[in-house]
């Protein structure tokens, strides 16, 4: 297991996703939050940060458990903070110190620097330069501006770099990684996927025993996955709701049932399409809608979940992203991520012992492991589709009749894209429902009638998002399908904008 010590750099969790890559486990810690008993972690990275070291309140945790007594790698700013702290000098630059460089010298025969040649390219990202290295360091590499572009303090395992090893233009980033983890710190690369799911099912499997699991599914990729995990672990004990809000695509309600079933999943498919519909009669305002759909899944979600007899827990698909407590670029830790109810006014399915078996995995890792239990592409590969569904697709306020010409252009398009092989070229897609009628003509007739917006983002992480260069001729058929086959459709737009500065919803 290795520690990584995250000063809030923008790059933290992609360390992470590169140690994981190299299938060894690692977890990410703020600065502030040395965990006390340090015996498990068999190595330790630093991070960049945002801060300067010679700011006031620049982090400066205790690493006396850490340096020299376990192999330690200090990135950017963490190797900044090794030479500031450790008798070295850390000034402002004065030549600019961020984007692409090349390793110019790299000392011979070491380790650390094995597989990697001279020229390599690396990405530096600082303002601060390492003027004078800290005692006991030597050079083991330098860029054309940038001297100590990488050192090590002799007699111990610790190493530090200026660039970033885990950004993509850092050509060398992982064979660095691998040479720090596997050859100098001895860390075996036996995490995979079947490794995870067989420790996870023994731990569930002990932790559970015999009581009652309630799992709420909603099609997604993560449900999916925790709720196939606990199954294997406990079986008929799992409890599966999937509540159809009457906003979900065509069909999707149905169909996904019918796959759930076909895994083998004890699962009760809940229609509440009119309660939702009923709650949001006559609201427009977006995060009211938002908040109405919140509420009522709650109450139909706190219902169902009376009807299993002594259930104790609730599991959840919660993945590492939404639980990472990073650093904020202020210096504080963030926020704990979920907010504090009061106990008192929680629904009563709120009150059980919560369980999350993804909790420790990134999105791609989700669906390695979902891959590893064969659960079929079709779940997996799937666009992620928001919460609240169409109701934020539906610009204004929503009746039935609205979300059935959605569903109907959204299934037009979404097949298409399979059909035109476009499907997993794009992050997410879907149509957007606007609040304006336009002039058309049809045959001899004036029509005045509803315009679509088509959406296809491609993004990895939903952050940052543009739009995608899809082919005239496949947008010139959707069009004309969509027009031809909706009645009440007169207008087809493409949306060309990106994120930011729009988002990917229209709400
Ligand atoms: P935006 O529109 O903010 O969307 O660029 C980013 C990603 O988040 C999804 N999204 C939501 N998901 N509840 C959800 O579960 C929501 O209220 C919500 N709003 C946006 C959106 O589909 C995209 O993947």
């Given at each position: 297991n290795v520690l990584i010590l995250d000063f809030?750099?923008?790059y933290t969790q992609l360390i992470a996703r590169r140690v994981r890559e190299l299938n060894i486990f690692c977890e990410i810690k703020p600065y502030n939050k040395l965990?006390?008993?340090?015996?498990?972690?068999?190595a330790v990275i630093l991070s960049g940060s945002?801060?300067?070291?010679?700011?006031?309140?620049a982090p400066h945790p205790d690493l006396s458990q850490i340096k020299g007594k376990k192999p330690l790698l200090a990135v950017c700013y963490g190797a900044q903070y090794l030479a500031h702290f450790g008798g070295g000098n850390v000034a402002p630059s004065n030549t600019r110190e961020y984007g692409r460089a090349n390793l110019s010298y790299i000392k011979p025969d070491e380790v650390f620097f094995e597989s990697i040649s001279e020229g390599s390219q690396v990405w530096m990202s600082h303002s601060?330069?390492?003027q004078k290295l800290p005692e006991g360091a030597m050079v083991l590499a330098s860029t054309h501006d940038v001297e100590n572009a990488a050192y090590r303090i002799a007699g111990e395992e610790t190493y530090a770099i200026?660039?970033?090893?885990?950004?993509?233009?850092?050509?060398?980033g992982k064979q660095l990684l691998e040479n720090f983890l596997?050859?100098?710190?001895?860390?075996?690369?036996?995490?995979t996927p079947d490794a995870f799911v067989d420790s996870t099912v023994a731990e569930l499997k002990r932790k559970i025993g015999d009581e009652k699991v309630i799992l709420g599914l909603s099609g997604g990729v993560d449900s999916t996955v925790a709720a196939v995990l606990l199954h294997k672990a406990i079986g008929k004990h799992l409890h599966c709701i999937f509540v159809n809000?009457?906003?979900?695509?065509?069909n999707e309600f149905e169909e996904v049932l019918e796959q759930y079933k076909g895994m083998g999943l004890n699962v009760k498919g809940v229609d509440a399409s009119a309660r939702f519909l009923d709650a949001l009669k006559g609201e427009s305002d977006p995060e009211k809608k938002r908040k109405i759909i919140g509420r009522v899944f709650i109450e139909v979600f706190d219902d169902e979940a009376h009807k299993v007899e002594d259930a104790k827990w609730l599991a959840q698909g919660t993945i590492y992203p939404d639980v990472i407590e990073s650093v904020s670029a202020t210096g504080?830790?963030?926020?704990?991520i979920k907010s504090h109810h009061n106990v008192g006014g929680?629904?009563?399915?709120?009150k059980l012992k919560v369980v999350e078996p993804?909790?420790?995995?990134?999105k791609d890792e989700v669906r390695r492991v979902g891959r590893s239990m064969d659960i079929g592409e079709e779940r997996l590969g799937r666009h992620p589709f928001p919460g609240p569904g169409l109701a934020i697709r539906i610009l204004g306020d929503i009746t039935a009749e609205k979300v059935a010409i959605l569903q109907e252009v959204d299934h037009i398009f979404i097949k298409g894209l399979r059909d035109w092989g476009l499907y997993d070229k794009v992050w997410q897609a879907g149509a957007m429902l606007l609040p304006v009628n336009s002039v058309g003509v049809m045959g001899d007739e004036r029509t005045y009638e509803k315009c679509v917006a088509l959406r296809a983002v491609e993004s990895t992480d939903g952050m940052t998002a543009d739009w995608v260069n899809l082919p005239y001729e496949f947008l010139q058929k959707m069009s004309n399908d969509i027009i031809n086959k909706?009645?009440?459709?007169n207008r087809v737009v493409y949306d060309i904008s990106s994120k930011p500065p729009a988002t990917i919803e229209w709400e």
């Open positions: 809030g750099s923008q965990p006390e008993d340090l015996s498990e972690y068999k945002p801060f300067s070291v010679r700011a006031d309140d601060d330069t390492i200026q660039f970033h090893p885990e950004v993509y233009h850092t050509k060398d596997v050859k100098i710190a001895g860390l075996g690369q036996t995490w809000n009457g906003l979900l695509r065509k504080g830790p963030s926020a704990t929680l629904p009563d399915f709120m993804l909790k420790m995995l990134f909706v009645p009440g459709v």
